[in-house]
């Protein structure tokens, strides 16, 4: 007997096998799809924007600061070459504003090396050495007025004068804290309160040395306050160009104890940048100088806030000093460097990326910078050496923003009052006495880009299981009906 019911199924389920498949293996491969462009931004991100002109002048380089703040702008201060004068221009994530000179020198201070601080409270801090640190600030949003900047006032007034580089961070408490060198001598660390307005006695970092000078410290607050600082030294008969060397020290009680200075590197390298982090990490950066037996920029790290390193990455060939390499953290916690060259490169895993040459014109350029904005828009400013113009250009990261600040606290506080440390008793024993390609525009990545590369796979694999459990319950009430 011919069983007629299973003559009647077979072809029944047959056609809802392939009806099956089909459909699971269309939802798959629309994840698939979908997946596919997603995994290629997070691995390539989007490309660099066209190069663009800033400022059409000629830039003296060196006299350059650029800074990201929590609220989602950049700041950039610089100094023209024909011009006693400090430019200030904002970044708020699509265009800079119109420049402005907001600073010019007066009697009783000169121009210097810029150093930018954006606080968490909306105001931008300007600092600077000549003959004493001076400092300035202003309201974020109302920085692009030269009315909007508070009188320049010294902070610290060393014995001797303050000369060259130096540079300034604030930690989470709100404390300043600040390193600079004095004309042909030693370098100091000095610090602030909680409120920016009464400073420590500047401190000598490490053991004097006779016939040795140090230059261009900078420094960073790391993992529980811990104050980490680098420097350029060099004995003062040679010069810098053939002996110059490069120090890492920190100190965790205030400047009162130094850990053993580090050198890094060989014989005339210089240039030495530091980055520290929440976590322990310490990432530090040189480059080979012109007599320097090496070539290239050169990049460590630290996973234990400085005690022991991993052996230096090469970025780049070129030698020869352009300044120092500049480093900043996305959301994701990725080191982005680029050097005083304008070559960008980040830290994938255990090694580094190809670096990329963003330099404008084939010739020499110095002292490039680089911020990021709302921890996902690079930020870079080149200048040529020789030629005009301070050049940009951005690049959006295929991460997630950082929660920025929108209300600004305009409480009436009271700006940094300059004190004479020289004229005080707090002056320390150890200061010397006076004597004589690209394609892509600059926009924020859309939220679909910024989704999780796996998003898609799970909305396939949901509907595939959705038309499963469909098809299996036909199935059975078909079977038991």
């Not at 293996?25 to 663009?52: D, K, N, T, Y």
């Not at 003296?60 to 201060?77: F, K, Q, R």
């Not at 200048?383 to 959006?396: D, S």
Request: hydrophobic letters at 45%.
């Amino acid at each position: 007997m011919i069983d007629v019911r299973h003559q009647d199924r077979e072809p029944r389920w047959s056609v809802v096998d392939c009806i099956l498949t089909h459909l699971v293996s269309l939802c798959v491969m629309l994840g698939l799809v979908a997946w596919r462009p997603i995994v290629a931004l997070a691995q390539g991100g989007a490309e660099w924007m066209p190069l663009a002109v800033l400022y059409e002048g000629m830039v003296n380089s060196y006299l350059t600061a650029l800074v990201s703040d929590p609220s989602g702008s950049a700041h950039l201060v610089w100094a023209p070459r024909d011009e006693s004068a400090y430019y200030y221009s904002r970044w708020d994530g699509a265009s800079w504003t119109h420049p402005i000179d907001i600073l010019a020198p007066a009697a009783n201070f000169a121009l210097g090396v810029p150093s930018l601080v954006a606080a968490r409270d909306g105001r931008l801090h300007l600092f600077w050495a000549s003959d004493s640190v001076m400092h300035s600030w202003a309201w974020a949003d109302a920085a692009t007025s030269p009315r909007g900047w508070s009188t320049p006032e010294a902070v610290i007034v060393p014995r001797r004068s303050a000369a060259g580089p130096m540079d300034v961070k604030q930690d989470a408490s709100g404390a300043f804290h600040v390193v600079y060198a004095v004309y042909r001598g030693d370098a100091y660390y000095a610090y602030s309160d909680a409120k920016g307005q009464d400073w420590s006695a500047p401190i000598q970092i490490g053991q004097s040395t006779p016939d040795v000078w140090m230059s261009a410290p900078r420094l960073d607050v790391g993992l529980d306050g811990q104050v980490h600082i680098v420097w350029n030294q060099y004995p003062a008969a040679d010069g810098p160009a053939e002996h110059n060397e490069i120090f890492y020290t920190k100190t965790s009680d205030g400047g009162a104890s130094w850990a053993e200075p580090v050198r890094f590197g060989e014989l005339a390298n210089s240039g030495i940048n530091l980055l520290a982090t929440a976590d322990g990490a310490v990432y530090v950066g040189w480059q080979a100088g012109i007599a320097s037996r090496n070539e290239g920029r050169f990049l460590q790290r630290s996973y234990d806030d400085g005690a022991t390193w991993q052996e230096p990455l090469t970025l780049g060939i070129r030698r020869g000093q352009s300044g120092y390499l500049d480093m900043a953290l996305d959301s994701q916690g990725v080191l982005h460097v680029i050097t005083g060259d304008g070559e960008y490169a980040f830290w994938a895993g255990e090694g580094l990326s190809t670096p990329l040459d963003l330099r404008p014109v084939p010739e020499q350029t110095e002292n490039t910078r680089l911020a990021i904005v709302n921890g996902n828009q690079l930020v870079v400013v080149i200048m040529p050496f020789w030629g005009p113009g301070l050049y940009y250009t951005v690049k959006n990261l295929p991460v997630p923003p950082l929660d920025t600040v929108t209300s600004v606290d305009r409480t009436p506080v009271s700006t940094l009052q300059g004190q004479d440390i020289a004229a005080t008793a707090r002056v320390p024993p150890t200061v010397e006495p006076a004597a004589g390609a690209v394609d892509d525009a600059a926009v924020v990545l859309s939220d679909t880009s910024r989704s999780s590369p796996a998003f898609p796979v799970v909305v396939g694999g949901t509907l595939s299981l959705a038309l499963v459990a469909i098809v299996l319950a036909d199935q059975l009430r078909r079977r038991y009906r």
